[in-house]
């Protein structure tokens, strides 16, 4: 049986939030100001910003800035297509 790396470990750790599956199904749908994650996630300012630094660390969200305002948005990386997927799949559950 292969062993799972560190960064397989670290996406693994990103994708087993309830928080954190909010925020990528959040920007799934349209890149948002982590004030604007904080709201639709329900948590605190504070604590999305902790939640947006694993998704950034794992290469799954990036900032883009306009002006004064930072939106984070999905990467096109594989780490960010499999958190997607992995997100989306609870809705076939909740069906």
Same mark, same amino acid.
């Given at each position: 049986?292969?062993?799972?790396?560190?960064?397989?470990? @670290?996406?693994? !750790? +990103?994708?087993?939030?309830?928080?954190?599956?909010? $925020? /990528? &199904?959040?920007?799934?749908?349209?890149? *948002?100001?982590?004030?604007?994650?904080?709201?639709?996630?329900?948590?605190?300012?504070?604590?999305?910003?902790?939640?947006?630094?694993?998704? @950034?660390?794992? !290469? +799954?969200?990036?900032?883009?800035?306009?002006?004064? $305002? /930072? &939106?984070?948005?999905?990467?096109?990386? *594989?780490?960010?297509?499999?958190?997607?997927?992995?997100?989306?799949?609870?809705?076939?559950?909740?069906?």
């Amino acid at each position: 049986m292969r062993r799972l790396g560190h960064d397989h470990e @670290r996406l693994l !750790n +990103a994708a087993c939030n309830i928080t954190r599956v909010r $925020i /990528v &199904r959040a920007l799934a749908e349209t890149p *948002l100001a982590a004030s604007d994650l904080a709201r639709v996630v329900g948590r605190t300012p504070a604590a999305t910003s902790q939640h947006i630094r694993v998704l @950034r660390d794992v !290469n +799954a969200i990036e900032p883009t800035r306009s002006g004064n $305002i /930072v &939106r984070y948005r999905l990467t096109r990386e *594989l780490s960010a297509q499999i958190l997607v997927t992995f997100a989306r799949s609870f809705d076939a559950v909740s069906e």
